[in-house]
């Protein structure tokens, strides 16, 4: 089984530029970029909703209503699910989310006014236990008689219980040193590109 999309993390990372602003202080990019970990990971938003000059209920919502839109079209790439399908996915992809593990080290200001942030991260193997289990449990269902090469609700279900089995299984990979870059608009608002957070979905979860 593929990873997930690019394109949860692409999103967000877009959106979280907004409304960041150094307002002529010393802006604290570690912060940031953890509070953007944070929020994209461990369901934490607190810190991620200063940044953004939000209520702790709006950067939630602002988050969960992205994560559920994007959901709705990688389902619907494959079929028609059903709105409880797609809570189903949201709920079983934040459980794999968060065994994302990271630590936010110093940040270093450049001289074009951007920082550069290190990260430690300690790569997950989840997408591996995915493919594997996904293997096991398409025989098992084809055994019993539920195939999900011919269903599309048998083929979400394979998908969310291969990824419980998967997120329970979960092995981590030696740590490695991640560098984030974070950069000022001309608004002079703080963000990270949309290829950084891509680059730190693939660190903080290793392909087969």
């Known amino acids: 089984m593929k990873r997930r999309s690019k394109v949860l993390t692409a999103a967000l990372a877009a959106m979280m530029c907004l409304g960041l602003v150094a307002c002529g202080k010393e802006f604290d990019a570690a912060g940031y970029t953890k509070s953007v970990l944070d929020a994209n990971y461990h369901e934490e938003y607190a810190k991620y909703a200063e940044f953004r000059n939000l209520s702790e209920k709006?950067?939630?919502?602002?988050?969960?209503?992205?994560?559920?839109?994007?959901a709705e079209r990688e389902l619907t790439g494959i079929g028609e699910p059903t709105e409880e399908e797609i809570a189903a996915y949201v709920?079983?992809?934040?459980?794999?989310?968060?065994?994302?593990?990271?630590?936010?080290?110093?940040?270093?200001?450049?001289?074009?006014?951007?920082?550069?942030?290190?990260?430690?991260?300690?790569?997950?193997?989840?997408?591996?236990?995915?493919?594997?289990n996904s293997a096991a449990l398409t025989e098992e269902m084809i055994a019993a008689g539920e195939s999900p090469l011919e269903s599309e609700q048998a083929f979400f279900k394979l998908l969310n219980e291969s990824i419980a089995r998967a997120v329970e299984a979960n092995e981590y990979d030696e740590p490695t040193t991640f560098e984030v870059k974070v950069t000022a608009d001309e608004s002079g608002a703080y963000g990270i590109d949309e290829s950084q957070m891509a680059d730190i979905q693939d660190a903080l979860f290793i392909q087969p």
Not at 58 to 70: F, G, Q, S
Not at 104 to 132: C, N, W
Request: glycine residues 2%; hydrophobic residues 35%.
């Open 58 to 70: 709006e950067a939630a919502k602002e988050i969960e209503d992205n994560r559920t839109a994007l």
């Open 91 to 132: 709920a079983s992809t934040k459980t794999l989310e968060k065994l994302a593990k990271y630590e936010v080290k110093e940040a270093k200001e450049q001289e074009d006014g951007s920082y550069i942030v290190t990260v430690e991260i300690t790569p997950s193997l989840v997408y591996t236990k995915i493919e594997e």
